[in-house]
């Protein structure tokens, strides 16, 4: 079974400061993964998808990596704004089990100004 | 696109009424799943369906719940008799295929009252 687990689960910042976000999973058999942002009563918003064969993805000033060996991924955020305040979740598809997505429970976020 | 949309945003209902999620995927999108998110589960898979064949239900919680898609534009998930512990937001979400990157609909928060 896939265990996905998300440190911290609540992390508040000042604005602008860059932060790192961390997902851990169990079975390091992944196919890919996704992070994604989800805001209060909203659905999620996929960030960015990091395929097995990657180690890193960007987009504007979010930056994930992923290090299959050790079951890893982080998701960095640079010069946090309020905006940026939301859940922010994982999940990984597993090679054995395509299509289905386990999630982390998630990182809530704020970002103060 | 307009993305994933589903129907009904809001739904309460009485304990042992009859319930049902709709969902309209994003166009040419071959696979649908569907989500439970809860407090105390988080994110869970209940099924997914590939060119409108379900391929895994075993997230499926009993047999008061089916799901159908009768093309590949429309999805129900249905529950009869609805619980109070059915009370959750449910989640459609739709992808190119089955291992590409998932996109949400907004839910639908369902209280069983």
């Known amino acids: 079974k896939q265990e996905v687990t998300q440190i911290p689960a609540a992390l508040s910042v000042p604005e602008g400061e860059n932060l790192v976000l961390n997902c851990s999973f169990t079975d390091s058999a992944i196919y890919n993964l996704q992070w994604f942002r989800q805001d209060p009563g909203k659905g999620l918003t996929s960030l960015l998808l990091?395929?097995?064969?990657?180690r890193e993805q960007t987009s504007g000033r979010l930056n994930a990596s992923l290090d299959k060996s050790s079951g890893r991924s982080t998701l960095y955020i640079a010069a946090s704004q309020p905006g940026d305040s939301a859940t922010y979740l994982c999940a990984v598809i597993r090679g054995s089990t395509l299509g289905r997505l386990y999630f982390g429970r998630g990182t809530q976020l704020t970002v103060w100004p | 696109d307009a993305g994933v949309i589903q129907s009904p945003r809001h739904e309460v209902t009485e304990m042992g009424q009859e319930v049902t999620l709709r969902c309209k995927p994003i166009?040419?999108?071959?696979?649908l799943f569907w989500y439970r998110q809860t407090m105390m589960r988080g994110l869970e898979l209940l099924i997914y369906?590939?060119?409108?064949?379900?391929?895994?239900d075993s997230g499926m919680p009993e047999d008061r719940f089916s799901a159908k898609m009768p093309n590949a534009s429309f999805s129900t998930l249905k529950i009869q008799p609805s619980e109070p512990r059915d009370s959750a937001v449910y989640f459609c979400a739709s992808s190119l295929t089955a291992n590409t990157e998932a996109f949400f609909g907004q839910g639908t928060r369902l209280t069983v009252v």
């Open positions: 369906f590939n060119n409108n064949v379900p391929i895994d």
């Open positions: 166009s040419g999108h071959n696979s």
């Open positions: 990091i395929q097995s064969s990657q």
